[in-house]
């Protein structure tokens, strides 16, 4: 495997009181684990505040994870030798969801997409001036806008910079986190189909965040959803949007929009209390909505992962009452 998870958790804590003590805790991520095989793209999808963003910023550093372990290559992210880890992480990038605010304002494009070569090879100034040519190129900007500020491109061309810095490194793997939810829908094609052509030329490796399932079933190998901190069901796209199990996968596709005017679906609403990651509900987090509730059992206790089909997993205790 080219990245695992395995456990991981992301607590924030939350202070309170004269002396600002810890009075509680977020629970943005509460025990996921998860694997990523080279050359794949996975999806990671979820409302909003369900924790999947954190997860990527974690895979890339940005914030410390409170438990769990991350591997990449076989070699743990956290707990490594500093230089192991800085090698380590050359191979990881990141781009953000949104590219305005995610670009130096104060930086021309070059030195934006320069900057990464500067810390971490050794070449000459020509030398990144080539690179950082061509890469302008690879994503389909031009010359003239090196010399040129973020705040004078639109979104798309923005997002198109932001590609290009985290490209400049040459690594395997790159968390893509929303990096279309902020453009226009003929822009998002346009990003789509760029990020499906760097990964064949450069046989790079995703793990694609997002809210949008239409986004996520035209470019995914495999799907994991996520609901207030835990992954509840993970398969491959055709059986996640085919054939998906859990009560919440169900509703999140049967919200898709089908472009037929004529086509009268079943929306499944989903009603009961939204809880909050600082006090999740004990048992299965999903029960305070669920239609498919079945009794304590899913108040009480937490459900394990189980594989229904070939590398098909779903947190449910519906899967013990359909194999009984």
């Excluded at 999947?52 to 914030?63: A, M, P």
């Excluded at 055709?238 to 998906?244: A, Q, V």
């Excluded at 679906?265 to 600082?278: A, Q, Y």
């Amino acid at each position: 495997m080219l990245l695992e998870v395995e456990n991981l958790r992301i607590h924030y804590p939350i202070a309170g009181g004269v002396f600002q003590r810890t009075i509680g805790r977020v629970h943005a991520v509460d025990g996921i684990s998860f694997y990523v095989r080279e050359g794949e793209i996975v999806g990671l999808v979820g409302e909003s505040g369900c924790g999947k963003s954190t997860v990527g910023k974690t895979i890339v550093g940005i914030v410390p994870p409170t438990k769990g372990n991350i591997t990449f290559e076989g070699k743990d992210l956290f707990h490594s030798d500093q230089q192991d880890v800085i090698k380590l992480k050359r191979n990881i990038q990141i781009v953000f969801q949104n590219p305005q605010s995610s670009l130096d304002p104060r930086m021309t494009v070059g030195n934006i997409i320069a900057e990464p070569m500067k810390i971490h090879f050794r070449m000459t100034r020509q030398q990144i001036r080539e690179r950082v040519l061509d890469l302008i190129d690879l994503v389909g900007l031009q010359k003239e806008h090196l010399d040129r500020y973020p705040h004078e491109f639109s979104g798309g061309q923005r997002q198109r910079i932001g590609i290009a810095r985290a490209i400049s490194l040459n690594p395997k793997f790159i968390v893509l986190d929303e990096p279309t939810s902020a453009l226009d829908v003929s822009v998002q094609a346009q990003i789509l189909n760029l990020l499906q052509d760097l990964r064949e030329r450069h046989h790079l490796t995703y793990l694609f965040i997002s809210h949008d399932l239409s986004v996520i079933e035209h470019i995914s190998d495999r799907v994991m959803v996520m609901y207030l901190g835990k992954i509840v069901e993970s398969a491959s796209r055709e059986e996640i949007f085919r054939h998906p199990f859990h009560p919440y996968t169900k509703a999140l596709v049967s919200a898709i929009p089908i472009p037929d005017p004529k086509y009268r679906g079943f929306d499944i609403i989903l009603g009961g209390v939204i809880p909050s990651p600082r006090d999740p509900p004990s048992g299965c987090r999903f029960h305070t909505r669920c239609q498919e509730k079945i009794g304590s059992i899913c108040e009480e206790q937490d459900p394990s992962k189980v594989e229904i089909s070939r590398e098909h997993f779903v947190s449910c205790h519906l899967v013990g009452i359909e194999r009984s």
